[in-house]
């Protein structure tokens, strides 16, 4: 894993339709509008936000967590309105030992069901195989989640199970997760 690829310059990446780079203060209207939104978090260990300081304090963590090498949160723009954040996709949990790494995503609820979270996990994947080298991308899925699910079949990852009682999120409690994982021997570009 060449993790200094990661964390030495902020990734930017882009796609036909989207792209990924850096949350920063003047999208704060648009975080906020995802992260107060009880719906975007059903299904999410993340408890929302009903203070817009509290959410401009967040970027700020994005920073210090990039900084300290353990997430990377990329905001996800349409190319058509590059400065209106739609979205955000995370990698995190980059475990050098084994060469994995935990990925997650979220669209405020007027992106839903466009293909945006398909194709930002489409980006982050092709990037965490092809430059960073990992082995092994993985999320954890609330039972109950199958937009998400659809998601990373979409992207061909395959469901490895469920860990019953296995995690405690946020505003959930203790929760069973589903499994899914992707190697780079099994991707297809």
Known sequence: ????????????LESDNIILTKIEDIHLEELYGIYSDDHVFEYCGI?????????KNMISHFERDFN????????????SEPQ??????E?????????????????????????????????????LFNLVRVNRIQAEVMLQN????????KNDFVHEGT???????????????????????DYKQ
Do not use: C
Request: aromatic residues 12%; glycine residues 8%; hydrophobic residues 50%.
């Open 47 to 55: 408890i929302p936000k009903s203070n817009k300081a509290t959410v």
């Open 84 to 89: 209106k954040l739609v979205g955000i996709m």
């Open 91 to 127: 990698a995190f949990d980059f475990n050098q030992r084994v060469n994995m790494v935990t990925i997650g995503y979220f669209l405020a609820r007027t992106q839903w069901g466009r293909g945006i979270a398909t194709e930002a996990v489409s980006l982050a994947i092709f990037f």
């Open 163 to 185: 860990l019953r009682q296995a995690s405690v999120w946020s505003g959930k409690g203790i929760v069973d997760l589903e499994i899914y994982g992707l190697l780079s021997e």
């Open 68 to 79: 300290k090498q353990s997430r990377i949160k990329w905001g996800i723009f349409h190319k």
């Open 1 to 12: 894993m060449n993790i200094d690829l990661v964390f030495s310059e902020f990734p930017i």
């Open 146 to 153: 199958d937009s998400s699910k659809k998601v990373l079949l």
